[in-house]
Nanobody, 121 residues
Framework: VQLQASGGGSVQPGGSLRLSCSAS????????MAWYRQGPGKQREFVAL???????NYLDSVKGRFTISRDNAKKTVYLQMDSLKPEDTAVYYC????????????????WGQGTQVTVSS
């Protein structure tokens, strides 16, 4: 599985960005798709999760500002980020877990390469 993230960039506080992450490979389905981030001098942290069953979960500090969604047919997960703050500055990574290749599924997790988001005036 290869995960390709895109959509990062530089915005002013209050601005918006939309991240995308597409999985490639002979994939039948993906159970969990998520976004993590790692700010300067910080540890990587969970941001948002989307399960195949439709459940979502968010880091408290992004609730109401970020929205995770997915297109299962395209094996793609999105992160709509609104009302961005300087503290959202980080490299954002997509993550996939529970990948199924036909009837065979693995619990292994896969990381994308990261995309930089910078929020600054």
């Amino acid at each position: 599985v290869q995960l390709q993230a895109s959509g990062g960039g530089s915005v002013q506080p209050g601005g918006s960005l939309r991240l995308s992450c597409s999985a490639s490979g002979r994939i039948f389905s993906i159970n969990d798709m998520a976004w993590y981030r790692q700010g300067p001098g910080k540890q990587r942290e969970f941001v948002a999760l989307s399960t195949s069953g439709g459940r979502t979960n968010y880091l408290d500090s992004v609730k109401g500002r970020f929205t995770i969604s997915r297109d299962n047919a395209k094996k793609t997960v999105y992160l709509q980020m609104d009302s961005l703050k300087p503290e959202d500055t980080a490299v954002y990574y997509c993550y996939a877990e529970g990948v199924c290749y036909g009837s065979i599924c693995t619990n292994s997790g896969f990381w994308g390469q990261g995309t930089q988001v910078t929020v600054s005036s």
